[in-house]
């Protein structure tokens, strides 16, 4: 039987210095200024639901900062039961799912394709890789437009058919990062 291997091979620097933390409900209104620069009207969250990630599921919400301290970019994400997005389950924190839904991965227009993304989405999951146990996660999963599908694949992620959820306009595809190791999908990062 043929095995599937997640592998992330480094994590990458970005083209700048940053650091990387979890943010807290006093970076809310630059973060939300990013979310809406980020996504289109439709598909970016309401003022309202994103304090709401951000006040109850803080843990969650990383950021990426420039030495001068701006906000370069952030992952969001709550918790959710089962292993399968649906509508209600990604309108909700439940703080003791096993899944972590991403619902946004964002970078400032400036700070794109200089790696900040891709660094601070592999931080993310390598964070939530390494306190599993203690977090009581199995998996990380998001939803994907077509073609953002190969940024995902590059910190791991794999396609897991078609979503039952519509965001915006354009059709997206649920995407998984298994966190717990199987004979199916074992799992391995490396630094550069």
């Not at 390598?126 to 190969?150: F, P, T, V, W």
């Not at 992620?157 to 999908?185: A, D, I, R």
């Amino acid at each position: 039987t043929h095995t599937h291997t997640t592998c992330i091979r480094f994590l990458p620097e970005p083209e700048m210095n940053c650091s990387f933390a979890f943010l807290t409900p006093a970076a809310f209104e630059e973060a939300y200024a990013l979310e809406t620069a980020g996504y289109p009207e439709d598909e970016a969250a309401s003022r309202e639901n994103f304090l709401l990630r951000l006040q109850t599921a803080s843990d969650y919400f990383m950021g990426a900062r420039s030495d001068d301290g701006t906000l370069l970019g952030f992952v969001n994400g709550t918790r959710v039961c089962g292993d399968k997005l649906t509508h209600d389950s990604m309108s909700a924190h439940q703080p003791n799912g096993e899944t972590l839904c991403i619902h946004s991965v964002c970078v400032s227009p400036d700070h794109r394709r200089k790696k900040v993304g891709q660094s601070l989405l592999q931080r993310y999951v390598a964070h939530m890789k390494a306190n599993k146990e203690a977090l009581g996660l199995q998996r990380i999963c998001l939803l994907a437009h077509d073609y953002l599908r190969s940024f995902y694949e590059t910190a791991g992620f794999t396609c897991t058919g078609q979503s039952v959820v519509v965001h915006g306009e354009k059709m997206v595809q649920p995407m998984n990062f298994p966190l717990l190791c199987s004979e199916k999908t074992p799992l391995c990062f490396l630094r550069k």
